[in-house]
C-alpha cells in the first residue's frame, strides 16, 4: 500500500508554455502533499505544502504566481510550472501523508517528473 | 530551526563489509527522524523511522539506524552491504514549525553510497 504516482515522467517543453505536473495517491487519502524540486545531486528543496481543499503554503523564495498547486481531492495534487523558463528544468517530486499532515507520519513520494525546459 | 547534516557526500564499502551513513539533527522538542533511499531518476522510497521507544529501529532491506538523543544522531546502518545498495540516502526531520502549525520536513543533502564487489 502507499502508492504515489506521477505524471508525466518526464517532459520537455519551449520555453514560455505552461507544464501540469500531476501527483496521485493511488491507495489512500492523501489530505497534505508536499511538493519538492531536486537539483542533481542536490538534497530536495521543498517548495510548498499542499492540504486538500485549502490553498497551498509556500516556502520562502517559491513564487505562488509561477507554481500553482492545486490540491482538489484527497487523492490528486496538481503542480503547473507556468511560463516555464530553462532555469525551471529540474526533477519535480510529490510526497504524500495518510493523515492530516502529522510529524509521525511517513511520506510516500511519487517517481519524480524530469522536466526539461528549451 | 530545525536542520539535518549528513557529513559525507559518499560512502564507499566494499560488498559483504558492514556500512554506516551517518546523520545528525538539530531540532527543538521531540525529533521524528526517517531515512529513504533514492535511485537514479526516481523519487524516494522510505526505510525506516524513529518516533519513540528502542533506540534501534529496523527497517526495510536489512537496514537499521540507531537514534543517540545525548549525540543527536540517527546513523544508519547496515550489517553486510549489497551492490544493489548503491544509491542516494536522505536523512530527515519532522517537527513542528514555529509558525503556521504545520510539521514540516527538512532534508539533509544526502549521501551516495557506493557499494564495490
Known amino acids: 500500500g502507499a502508492v504515489v504516482s506521477q505524471h508525466p515522467s518526464r517532459v520537455i517543453c519551449k520555453s514560455g508554455t505552461s507544464v501540469k505536473i500531476e501527483c496521485r495517491s493511488l491507495d489512500f487519502q492523501a489530505t497534505t502533499m508536499f511538493w519538492y524540486r531536486q537539483f542533481p545531486k542536490q538534497s530536495l528543496m521543498l517548495m510548498a505544502t499542499s492540504n486538500e481543499g485549502s490553498k497551498a503554503t509556500y516556502e520562502q523564495g517559491v513564487e505562488k504566481d509561477k507554481f500553482l498547486i492545486n490540491h482538489a481531492s484527497l487523492t490528486l495534487s496538481t503542480l503547473t510550472v507556468t511560463s516555464a523558463h530553462p532555469e525551471d528544468s529540474s526533477f519535480y517530486i510529490c510526497s504524500a501523508t495518510r493523515l492530516a499532515g502529522g510529524s509521525t507520519d511517513t511520506q510516500y513520494f511519487g517517481p519524480g517528473t524530469r522536466l526539461t525546459v528549451l | 530551526a530545525q536542520s539535518v547534516a549528513q557529513p559525507e557526500d559518499q560512502v564507499n564499502v566494499a560488498e559483504g563489509n558492514p556500512l554506516t551513513v551517518k546523520c545528525t539533527y538539530s531540532v527543538s522538542g521531540n525529533p521524528y527522524l526517517f531515512w529513504y533511499v533514492q535511485y537514479p531518476n526516481r523519487g524516494l522510497q522510505f526505510l525506516l523511522k524513529y518516533i519513540t521507544g528502542d533506540n534501534l529501529v529496523k527497517g526495510s532491506y536489512g537496514f537499521e539506524a540507531e537514534f543517540n538523543k545525548s549525540q543527536t544522531s540517527f546513523h544508519l546502518k547496515k550489517p553486510s552491504a549489497l551492490v544493489s545498495d548503491s544509491a542516494l540516502y536522505f536523512c530527515?526531520?519532522?517537527?513542528?514549525?514555529?509558525?503556521?502549525?504545520?510539521?514540516?520536513?527538512?532534508f539533509g543533502r544526502g549521501t551516495s553510497l557506493i557499494v564495490h564487489p
Open positions: 530527515a526531520v519532522r517537527s513542528l514549525r514555529a509558525s503556521g502549525g504545520s510539521y514540516i520536513p527538512t
